[in-house]
Structures are given as C-alpha cells and as structure tokens.
C-alpha cells in the first residue's frame, strides 16, 4: 500500500488550473488530448510519452487516433492522484509542448507548412 498523499478533488483541480492548465480531472483521472497534425506526430507524441514514463517509472493510459493522443494518469497504488502524477504531466508538457523557435536560440523549430508539422502546439 502507498504512504503518498492523495490530493482531494479541489486541491487537484487548483493544481491544475494553476501549473497545468490544458489538463483536466475527470473520473478520479488527470487527463490531456494533445492535438496532431498527422498519424506521424501521433506515433512521435506516443513515443515521447513512454520514454518519460519509463524514465520516471510512472505508467499513464494512453489512447490514439491519426489527429490526437490523450493521456491519463493515476496513481494506481494509491488508488488517486499524487505528486508523481502532477510531475509526469508537467515533464510531458514540458517536452511535448516544447517549440525551440519561441527561445532564442539558433534551432528553428518545425517549419509553418502541412508537410512537417506534426503537432498542434497550444499557443
């Protein structure tokens, strides 16, 4: 059994309005649909997904179809959501909403044209 502390449904959806605002919480779930361009970017949000949760050694569910990817997490031991939950979500974030053109610095980022873009990045 789990000693973590399991967050309550306000102290989640507070969490997340304040640090992850394209998630949500639905039934005893975090959740999030990343938006993609093709059935590629879908397989390249898939992969990112399972390397970071390998790493992190925090499992989500995941469901896909050629335009998104959602992605669900629970902390299965404790039965509810934890601070490993929040934590994948922000790392998952972090990465697959990462856009290299918007910093400064000399990588350009995916070129605006149907041919290469593979995510529907949020902003």
């Given at each position: ?44 949000v ?41 934590l ?36």
């Amino acid at each position: 059994m789990s000693s973590e502390k399991v967050y309550s449904e306000d102290e989640i959806k507070s969490y997340l309005t304040d640090k992850l605002p394209h998630w949500f919480y639905e039934n005893g779930w975090i959740r999030r649909k990343y938006k993609t361009s093709s059935w590629k970017g879908t397989l390249m949000v898939i992969n990112t997904v399972g390397h970071l949760a390998e790493a992190a050694w925090h499992h989500p569910d995941v469901a896909a179809s050629y335009g998104f990817v959602i992605v669900k997490l629970q902390n299965h031991a404790a039965k509810g959501i934890t601070d490993k939950d929040f934590l994948l979500a922000e790392k998952l974030e972090s990465v697959i909403q990462w856009q290299p053109s918007k910093e400064d610095n000399t990588l350009e980022g995916t070129p605006d044209d149907p041919r290469f873009k593979y995510l529907k990045y949020d902003d």
